[in-house]
């Protein structure tokens, strides 16, 4: 099964052409690799999507070609991505009610977004 139709199906992307168009720009891989909108897609594959600023990896359990409801989707898949709360512990953040951030602290933040920039350029490589 292609692995455009699948994300759409089990409902990762909401229209096959952003599917597609993910899997074109290369923020799709399946086992590691990169995955073109045709590549095929079978039980058991780990396939990774880099959404915004985050990768989900899933475990394939079930090949579906039709788009069907969240609930029945949901089962056709294993999240295997860490959880987003402990992503969120890993970023900056600020005490409530500190102010705005200083000068220095506002190039730490840029200097911190520019690392994490520089890491996802190199693993795209």
């Not at 720009?25 to 780990?46: F, M, N």
């Amino acid at each position: 099964m292609r692995i455009d139709k699948w994300l759409f199906a089990v409902r990762v992307f909401p229209s096959r052409s952003q599917a597609t168009e993910a899997c074109s720009l290369g923020r799709v891989r399946i086992g590691g690799t990169e995955a073109k909108p045709s590549s095929k897609v079978a039980v058991g594959d780990a396939v990774e999507v880099r959404k915004r600023d985050r990768t989900v990896t899933y475990e394939v359990v079930e090949l579906i070609d039709k788009r069907v409801a969240p609930a029945i989707a949901a089962t056709c898949f294993i999240d295997r991505s860490p959880r987003r709360e402990d992503a969120d512990a890993l970023a900056p953040s600020r005490e409530r009610g500190s102010g705005r951030p200083t000068k220095r602290d506002r190039r730490q933040l840029e200097r911190l977004t520019k690392m994490s920039e520089a890491d996802r350029c190199s693993r795209r490589e």
